[in-house]
């Protein structure tokens, strides 16, 4: 009798300890919780008033615009719309929404941006907003006017439900069905659709709508078949040196259209297979990746420069010249340029840039990034400059030393091309370079030289 | 033998209840390098160089933890209420003001690492052109307007990438993903200019299947 007493009496403090334990244990996790909830609350509550207070002034600044009379007073406007813009869209795109919900609002609010970062360079130049130009802030200042209302009506319904962002992404949420978990998701949708409706921007920026569906220049050459392509990917590799070749992915829609191949080497392995994708249009090789590992280096940057030039002529890229070159982990990242001399001149044309990766282990190429060169080369119809090397070098700063004078092609972000002098020159024991128009004298770029280890400029 | 079993088994439900509990609030372990007497690299020619500066070292800048260095980081550590051992750990680097000596100081790119992490978390055990185009996606989408227009603010984009929720993103990315984050950065895009990636497999958001496939790499679909 006295052992059953004794037996029930641990099993009733097991129990008890039991229940204690595990009450303690989920009030901590809950109030855990309950923490983080409210931080992440708070952080989520403050963008979206931020973001509505960014959209009220871009809305403000773009009704302003209006009634503004002097250019002064319109680049200050565009100043801020740029910065209000730029600043709304880091903030819906920092609200736990999901993406197809918002994409068109951030793509609103980044053409805005960007556009009127546009203007406001255009204004500094001396130019008056065009009449096309004022028709697209009007239909902007809808949108945006629309796009306040829409997210002041939200706050306010939150404010009024007592809803939280923080349930939003609550997993246990969704296993319980509860659907109020997509009420914003579906609230951001429908204003996504209507953002939709806007004007076609066209403008000097790298938004701009010509500039995101910009067509390779390389497919205007004419089409090659599957097996020719294969032919070029052996002639690149080396026949003999090739064990198995297939392709790699079953699609090659991306920017410029492709054959994607994969070759393993002869004694190597299946891991270690290369990738190459050959261009449909004209068949050229759009980047290569070998991703081997690199032994110790035994030959110098000067050599390998050489290497990946020779690699590029004998693939069909000719006029080449080196540009800057970088080393990291016994590989040297060598930037190539073509060089247009149509004109009587040597111009570097910066457009048409390829990258070439040499290990420096044994001297073999093992990786080419062309993609952009066959976006932007082409045959440019260049003419001589209007301004003389000095009559440019008069317009750079008088604190740079020059040391190196030559015309060069360079792209703005809009991708526009612009036929400039290149200065490079030292300053203060730093590196510029300094681009002039050689059209009309205009400074159209300035760059820093920044020394990173490994890095070298080859001018 | 009940009461033992018993008690045998609550130990263990408890013991597991708290260690749960312990291990899902702990700190993500922090990988630590000292650099003392005998060390050698870049990170130590950025002490010198540091100490220098502020006149706590003479020598030059070899890069090699000799005796000079070991006096001047200690004379270092007294002046900073730091304990003065003369070995240069997190504490004392971060006094110095130098970013723990990982891949990210050296190379001079500070969204190298981040990246890195990324393609490590969303796609270790991809082949190697595979963890480039994730690399490369995440590229793309800085020069989208449709999304943030930073590296950091693609990948921490609520929602965006499941190593974020998971934390699988903390993890310290191997040689691998360094490299590819390194030739995503540099321009390699194997994706063809996609800016969205899934695994068929582990996928059932529709949105995302009614997307164009522009290439298929490993278990991963691109798409634009």
């Given at each position: 009798?006295?052992?059953?007493?004794?037996?029930?009496?641990?099993?009733?403090?097991?129990?008890?300890?039991?229940?204690?334990?595990?009450?303690?244990?989920?009030?901590?996790?809950?109030?855990?919780?309950?923490?983080?909830?409210?931080?992440?609350?708070?952080?989520?509550?403050?963008?979206?008033?931020?973001?509505?207070?960014?959209?009220?002034?871009?809305?403000?600044?773009?009704?302003?615009?209006?009634?503004?009379?002097?250019?002064?007073?319109?680049?200050?406007?565009?100043?801020?719309?740029?910065?209000?813009?730029?600043?709304?869209?880091?903030?819906?795109?920092?609200?736990?929404?999901?993406?197809?919900?918002?994409?068109?609002?951030?793509?609103?609010?980044?053409?805005?941006?960007?556009?009127?970062?546009?203007?406001?360079?255009?204004?500094?130049?001396?130019?008056?907003?065009?009449?096309?130009?004022?028709?697209?802030?009007?239909?902007?200042?809808?949108?945006?006017?629309?796009?306040?209302?829409?997210?002041?009506?939200?706050?306010?319904?939150?404010?009024?439900?007592?809803?939280?962002?923080?349930?939003?992404?609550?997993?246990?949420?969704?296993?319980?069905?509860?659907?109020?978990?997509?009420?914003?998701?579906?609230?951001?949708?429908?204003?996504?659709?209507?953002?939709?409706?806007?004007?076609?921007?066209?403008?000097?920026?790298?938004?701009?709508?010509?500039?995101?569906?910009?067509?390779?220049?390389?497919?205007?050459?004419?089409?090659?078949?599957?097996?020719?392509?294969?032919?070029?990917?052996?002639?690149?590799?080396?026949?003999?040196?090739?064990?198995?070749?297939?392709?790699?992915?079953?699609?090659?829609?991306?920017?410029?259209?492709?054959?994607?191949?994969?070759?393993?080497?002869?004694?190597?392995?299946?891991?270690?297979?290369?990738?190459?994708?050959?261009?449909?249009?004209?068949?050229?090789?759009?980047?290569?990746?070998?991703?081997?590992?690199?032994?110790?280096?035994?030959?110098?940057?000067?050599?390998?420069?050489?290497?990946?030039?020779?690699?590029?002529?004998?693939?069909?890229?000719?006029?080449?010249?080196?540009?800057?070159?970088?080393?990291?982990?016994?590989?040297?990242?060598?930037?190539?340029?073509?060089?247009?001399?149509?004109?009587?001149?040597?111009?570097?044309?910066?457009?048409?840039?390829?990258?070439?990766?040499?290990?420096?282990?044994?001297?073999?190429?093992?990786?080419?990034?062309?993609?952009?060169?066959?976006?932007?080369?082409?045959?440019?119809?260049?003419?001589?400059?209007?301004?003389?090397?000095?009559?440019?070098?008069?317009?750079?700063?008088?604190?740079?030393?020059?040391?190196?004078?030559?015309?060069?092609?360079?792209?703005?972000?809009?991708?526009?091309?612009?036929?400039?002098?290149?200065?490079?020159?030292?300053?203060?024991?730093?590196?510029?370079?300094?681009?002039?128009?050689?059209?009309?004298?205009?400074?159209?770029?300035?760059?820093?030289?920044?020394?990173?280890?490994?890095?070298?400029?080859?001018? | 033998?009940?009461?033992?079993?018993?008690?045998?088994?609550?130990?263990?439900?408890?013991?597991?209840?708290?260690?749960?509990?312990?291990?899902?609030?702990?700190?993500?372990?922090?990988?630590?390098?000292?650099?003392?007497?005998?060390?050698?690299?870049?990170?130590?020619?950025?002490?010198?160089?540091?100490?220098?500066?502020?006149?706590?070292?003479?020598?030059?800048?070899?890069?090699?933890?000799?005796?000079?260095?070991?006096?001047?980081?200690?004379?270092?550590?007294?002046?900073?209420?730091?304990?003065?051992?003369?070995v240069v750990g997190s504490r004392t680097l971060a006094a110095l003001g130098i970013n723990s000596g990982r891949a990210s100081a050296s190379s001079g790119n500070k969204d190298l690492y981040l990246?890195?992490?990324?393609?490590?978390?969303?796609?270790?055990?991809?082949?190697?052109?595979?963890?480039?185009?994730?690399?490369?996606?995440?590229?793309?989408?800085?020069?989208?307007?449709?999304?943030?227009?930073?590296?950091?603010?693609?990948?921490?984009?609520?929602?965006?990438?499941?190593?974020?929720?998971?934390?699988?993103?903390?993890?310290?990315?191997?040689?691998?993903?360094?490299?590819?984050?390194?030739?995503?950065?540099?321009?390699?895009?194997?994706?063809?200019?996609?800016?969205?990636?899934?695994?068929?497999?582990?996928?059932?958001?529709?949105?995302?299947?009614?997307?164009?496939?522009?290439?298929?790499?490993?278990?991963?679909?691109?798409?634009?």
């Open positions: 009798m006295e052992q059953v007493m004794k037996k029930r009496s641990i099993y009733s403090v097991i129990a008890a300890l039991l229940v204690v334990g595990v009450t303690t244990l989920s009030c901590l996790l809950y109030i855990d919780r309950m923490q983080f909830g409210n931080r992440l609350q708070g952080k989520y509550q403050k963008e979206l008033y931020d973001l509505i207070g960014n959209i009220q002034n871009l809305e403000t600044d773009l009704s302003k615009i209006g009634v503004s009379a002097s250019n002064e007073q319109c680049a200050l406007l565009f100043g801020d719309i740029w910065r209000q813009a730029g600043s709304a869209a880091d903030r819906v795109n920092s609200l736990p929404i999901t993406h197809a919900a918002i994409s068109q609002t951030s793509k609103f609010l980044n053409q805005v941006s960007d556009f009127s970062y546009t203007l406001v360079k255009n204004i500094g130049n001396g130019n008056t907003l065009t009449a096309g130009e004022w028709d697209n802030i009007k239909s902007l200042r809808n949108n945006a006017a629309y796009l306040r209302n829409e997210l002041s009506l939200l706050q306010t319904q939150m404010e009024d439900g007592g809803f939280k962002w923080s349930e939003i992404r609550y997993e246990g949420g969704r296993l319980l069905g509860r659907a109020q978990a997509n009420v914003t998701d579906e609230r951001f949708a429908s204003i996504d659709k209507e953002m939709e409706k806007r004007p076609t921007l066209i403008y000097d920026g790298p938004f701009s709508e010509n500039v995101l569906n910009i067509t390779p220049k390389v497919s205007s050459e004419p089409q090659i078949g599957l097996n020719d392509a294969k032919e070029k990917v052996m002639d690149i590799i080396g026949r003999s040196r090739i064990s198995e070749i297939g392709s790699y992915s079953s699609k090659g829609e991306g920017r410029i259209a492709v054959y994607p191949f994969y070759v393993v080497l002869k004694g190597s392995d299946k891991s270690d297979a290369i990738s190459i994708d050959i261009s449909k249009n004209g068949g050229h090789m759009v980047y290569m990746i070998n991703p081997r590992a690199v032994g110790n280096a035994s030959i110098d940057n000067k050599k390998a420069i050489d290497i990946g030039l020779k690699f590029l002529a004998d693939n069909g890229f000719k006029n080449m010249i080196p540009t800057f070159s970088q080393g990291t982990d016994n590989t040297l990242v060598i930037n190539y340029v073509y060089v247009d001399d149509s004109s009587g001149s040597n111009v570097v044309i910066y457009p048409d840039q390829i990258k070439v990766k040499v290990a420096l282990d044994n001297g073999e190429v093992i990786g080419v990034e062309a993609e952009k060169y066959l976006m932007a080369h082409h045959e440019r119809a260049l003419h001589k400059a209007k301004l003389s090397a000095s009559e440019a070098r008069a317009k750079a700063s008088k604190n740079i030393k020059i040391t190196n004078t030559r015309l060069a092609v360079i792209p703005m972000l809009s991708q526009r091309e612009v036929f400039c002098y290149e200065f490079v020159g030292t300053y203060d024991g730093t590196t510029y370079i300094v681009y002039i128009n050689a059209e009309d004298g205009n400074e159209e770029n300035i760059l820093q030289i920044i020394d990173t280890p490994g890095g070298q400029l080859a001018v | 033998m009940a009461v033992k079993k018993f008690t045998v088994l609550l130990m263990t439900v408890l013991i597991v209840c708290f260690s749960c509990y312990t291990y899902i609030n702990s700190p993500e372990a922090i990988i630590a390098v000292d650099y003392r007497w005998g060390s050698r690299g870049p990170t130590v020619v950025e002490i010198q160089r540091r100490l220098k500066n502020w006149g706590y070292y003479k020598g030059n800048l070899d890069g090699i933890y000799g005796v000079k260095t070991y006096s001047a980081v200690l004379n270092f550590q007294k002046k900073n209420g730091l304990s003065s051992d003369g990246l890195a992490c990324a393609i490590h978390g969303e796609a270790r055990g991809e082949p190697y052109t595979g963890q480039v185009a994730v690399g490369a996606v995440i590229v793309n989408r800085t020069r989208n307007p449709k999304f943030p227009s930073t590296v950091a603010g693609v990948i921490y984009q609520p929602g965006a990438f499941t190593a974020v929720t998971d934390g699988q993103i903390n993890i310290p990315p191997g040689d691998t993903a360094l490299k590819a984050a390194q030739d995503a950065l540099n321009g390699w895009d194997p994706s063809g200019g996609a800016i969205y990636y899934y695994n068929p497999a582990k996928t059932t958001n529709k949105w995302i299947w009614s997307r164009p496939i522009v290439k298929v790499i490993g278990k991963h679909y691109f798409c634009k």
